[in-house]
């Protein structure tokens, strides 16, 4: 089986941004430069012919390239724990391409996602205990904002778990025209 998620990749200028701002809070668990990234779509795990359909359906989608920026970051809570984020604006053109990589799941086979999407970058994630920690790099962080920067492709990536944390092999690269 395998792992797999479609997402974009900040480039290396915007990834320093983002790193620069991570502090040494030991309550929160860092990621690392090479697993930033903007999830599209979560897709799970399935198995070999189903990844063969999936990289062929999201081939065929065309869509425009287009430029964000950091702005600002935000957090999840859950039950156990929650997760720090970085924002990007505008928000329109990433939900349009979501979209349509939804549409191109679903042709491929996949049960839709109805779960809202909400973009985010991942900075952190926690397990509990970890507020002051998270509000602290809230307000500090409130600003935190990076140059215009062009989106001109998608990856499609698989995700390795091991004790040792994930690791995301890019499977796949998408041109955006
Ligand atoms: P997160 O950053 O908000 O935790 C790879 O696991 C990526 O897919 C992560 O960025 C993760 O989002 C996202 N994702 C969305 N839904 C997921 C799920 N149910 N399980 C694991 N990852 C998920």
Partial sequence: MHRLFVAIRPPEDVRDVLVDAMDDSPALRWVGDEQLHLTLRFIGEVDRPLA??????LGAIRAPKFELRVRGVGK???RNG???WAAVEPR???VALAAKVERALQQAGLDAEHRAFAPHITLARWNRGSGEAVESFVRRNSTLAS???EIDSFIL???HLSR???HYEEVANYALT
């Fill in 52 to 57: 063969n359909d999936i990289t062929a359906a």
């Fill in 164 to 166: 040792h944390g994930a």
């Fill in 76 to 78: 999840f809570e859950r």
């Fill in 92 to 94: 329109e053109p990433v």
């Fill in 82 to 84: 929650g997760a720090l």
């Fill in 157 to 159: 990536y698989e995700s």
């Fill in 147 to 149: 140059d215009p920067f």
